[in-house]
């Protein structure tokens, strides 16, 4: 069966552009979830949905990121005024539930460079 | 600020030997906790999950959870070159921390053939 996809895989942008970054999960999975590693870190936690709401953005470094998921399906993760220090790869995962055992599903994830 | 800790590396073992990975985290109220795999350019995959007091057994790997002492730890037994990656600990925070999952920084482990 297909896994998580994300597009694009490799996005290259100028600082002060806005980039769009999509995820599209397992299908069935309610729970979807964006993360943002650096180099030599783990994932860190930006955001989680379940279905079409979000139950925790706690993790959105500031106003620039904001995500939706408007049919509780495909995700959108958007940065405004990209910074240098925005680049990363930006994981998606989706799980069946978020009961807080449910085995969270990676994207192959997408690399994101600030010039 | 909710952490989770785990020893850098790198961890170098020979083939054959056993693998001792730990991780440590400081939100007691944490219910789950999740070995994953990160292969070099890839992206994680679970490995282990274990959710009570003491060992888990599945294959070669072997997960540890002490709640007491908020410590888990994986070991991998009879290990093998391709065993080498990045092994990350994640601890879900249960339902007083929203059900979010902390990824620790990773250890990453060489296996010499």
């Known amino acids: 069966g297909a896994g998580v996809s994300q597009t694009p895989s490799n996005k290259v942008t100028e600082k002060g552009k806005y980039v769009e970054l999509r995820c599209d999960p397992i299908s069935g999975h309610t729970a979807l979830y964006w993360y943002r590693q650096s180099l030599g870190q783990g994932p860190e936690f930006l955001i989680y949905?379940?279905?079409?709401?979000?139950?925790?953005d706690s993790g959105l470094p500031n106003d620039r990121f904001f995500a939706v998921r408007p049919e509780g399906s495909v995700s959108t993760l958007k940065i405004q005024r990209t910074e240098r220090g925005d680049s990363a790869v930006y994981l998606c995962?989706?799980?069946?539930?978020?009961?807080?055992?449910?085995?969270?599903?990676f994207g192959p994830g997408t690399r994101l460079l600030v010039l | 600020q909710k952490e989770v800790e785990q020893n850098s590396g790198p961890l170098s073992v020979p083939e054959g030997a056993i693998a001792s990975l730990n991780c440590t985290y400081s939100?007691?109220?944490?219910?789950?906790f999740f070995w994953y795999r990160q292969y070099s350019g890839k992206s994680p995959e679970l490995i282990m999950s274990?959710?009570?007091?003491g060992d888990k057994e599945d294959g070669r790997f072997t997960a540890q959870l002490n709640k007491a002492s908020q410590y888990v730890s994986l070991l991998i037994r009879d290990s093998q070159p391709s065993d080498s990656a990045t092994y990350l600990c994640a601890v879900n925070l249960g339902g007083t921390g929203g059900f979010k999952t902390i990824f620790g920084a990773g250890t990453r482990l060489f296996v010499k053939a």
């Open positions: 939100d007691r109220g944490s219910q789950s």
């Open positions: 949905f379940q279905g079409t709401g979000a139950a925790d």
């Open positions: 274990i959710y009570s007091n």
């Open positions: 995962a989706s799980s069946r539930g978020t009961g807080g055992r449910e085995t969270q599903y």
